[in-house]
């Protein structure tokens, strides 16, 4: 699944899912450009992508600041020449923003936190990509990071599940605003992924250490492949949507989640 040459835009690649996209497309001969807001853990995975001999460079990069997005693409453009594929895979959750993240108890502010990075930042992104976009002759597309809270509710996540349902939502009109352009656009929806965002998140709503030996794992019970998701899983998808191989793949809302929605938990997980 050659991406030789293709110029990869990862934004929240400092660690998780992010980075593991951008040394998997590295490995495989992409150029990578991995962004974050955490800029001593950005730097160190674009050095290591280099030290294995692919192609990365670090840029800071808020999404939900346009100054901050503009300034992402055009030093990608400046350093390679071109942008293929945009990776929208920046993204919190309220219990990353604040210890009230109940929905009893959020305010305001933590719930318009998580809707400017979590679809504000993708729309940023998307327009400040598009010029660059239309110019690339080697399958280019946009890539959004979904979750199975796109598709289900889930408890003490109101706020990260409405965001990620209006990303699914934006990926289909996406699809649409962009196929005269010929620029796919398609969304991956993980479950449970052994990254720290959900060990940190579910030691937050669990009150429970973030790194004890159950951290970030509780959901595993409801996966039907009995084991927690890695972020090489979703890179694998992630590479794959980027590819030409899957250039018959549009508009679509894709589901990587070990089977969890393919049955029903009890309503004993709330509490009822």
């Known amino acids: 699944m050659s991406l030789a040459a293709m110029t990869f835009v990862i934004t929240g690649s400092a660690r998780g899912i992010g980075a593991a996209t951008a040394s998997m497309a590295a490995s495989r001969g992409a150029n990578v450009v991995v962004s974050d807001v955490n800029d001593e853990a950005g730097e160190a995975t674009a050095q290591a992508i280099v ?6 460079r670090y840029v800071h990069c808020d999404v939900s600041s346009e100054p901050d997005v503009a300034g992402l693409m055009e030093a990608a453009v400046e350093a390679y020449g071109a942008i293929d594929v945009l990776h929208n895979n920046a993204g919190i959750h309220e ?6 993240f109940t929905f009893d ?21 998307v327009k400040a990509a ?11 597309s946009v890539i959004n990071a979904g979750s199975t809270a796109s598709w289900v509710g889930y408890p003490a996540g109101l706020a990260y599940g409405t965001s990620k349902g ?20 398609n969304c991956y929806c993980p479950a ?32 039907l492949v009995h084991r927690i998701g890695e972020p090489e899983d979703v890179a694998e998808l992630v590479c794959f949507l980027a590819s030409r191989r899957s250039s018959f793949v549009n508009g679509v809302t894709w589901l990587i989640d070990g089977g969890v929605l ?3 938990d ?7």
């Open 166 to 185: 209006a990303v699914a939502l934006f990926t289909k009109n996406l699809a649409v605003a962009l196929a005269p352009y010929g620029i796919r656009a």
């Open 105 to 125: 108890a959020m305010s305001i502010d933590t719930f318009d936190r998580v809707m400017a990075v979590n679809v504000r930042g993708a729309f940023l992104c």
């Open 192 to 223: 449970s992924v052994d990254t720290d965002m959900v060990k940190d998140v579910s030691a937050s709503i669990a009150g429970a250490p973030s790194d004890g030996p159950d951290a970030g794992g509780g959901a595993v019970s409801t996966h």
């Open 95 to 100: 219990a990353m923003v604040s210890r009230d």
């Open 51 to 56: 030290d294995a001999g692919g192609s990365a």
């Open 266 to 272: 009890t309503v004993d997980s709330i509490g009822m």
């Open 130 to 140: 598009l010029p660059f976009l239309k110019e690339s002759t080697r399958s280019p």
């Open 262 to 264: 393919a049955w029903r």
